[in-house]
């Protein structure tokens, strides 16, 4: 099986090094808020393949969006219409099944929304 790649990694707050270059604008007010409240995280540290090909070579993988350390806690937020979810929750599904000790939550829209709520109380 193929190695787990690494990609960019940033703990908040901020360091001297450049931020990373976010996938969604939901990703930087994620990293926004953690920093507001001194979580420390780093984003897409890590791929988990998910299928392979008959030479073991990685042909679908997944990358949580946010890796809490403090937490042990992989973070993969969505803001996708829900019809267009299936994909991603199929692909965490499977995760799941292979890394059964990895620790995952996924983040909806409601679920971002409601705890900005509940944080700026």
């Keep these: 099986m193929a ?3 690494t990609t960019e990694v940033r703990s908040g707050p901020p360091l001297s ?8 604008p939901s990703e930087e007010m994620f990293a926004q ?13 890590r791929t988990f393949p998910t299928e392979w090909d008959a030479a073991g070579n990685t042909i679908e993988a997944f990358s ?7 937490m042990d ?28 000790d990895v620790n995952i939550r996924v983040f909806y829209q409601k679920d971002i ?6 944080l700026g109380k």
């Design 3 to 5: 190695n787990l790649a």
């Design 17 to 24: 090094s450049a931020p990373p270059t976010f996938a969604h």
């Design 33 to 45: 808020m953690m920093d507001f409240y001194g979580i420390d995280w780093q984003y897409e540290p």
């Design 64 to 70: 949580p969006d946010f890796y809490l350390p403090e």
């Design 73 to 100: 806690l992989y973070v993969e937020l969505t803001f996708m219409k829900q019809s267009l979810t299936r994909h991603k929750n199929r692909k965490l599904k499977r995760m799941k099944e292979l890394y059964p």
């Design 113 to 118: 929304e409601d705890l900005i709520f509940k």
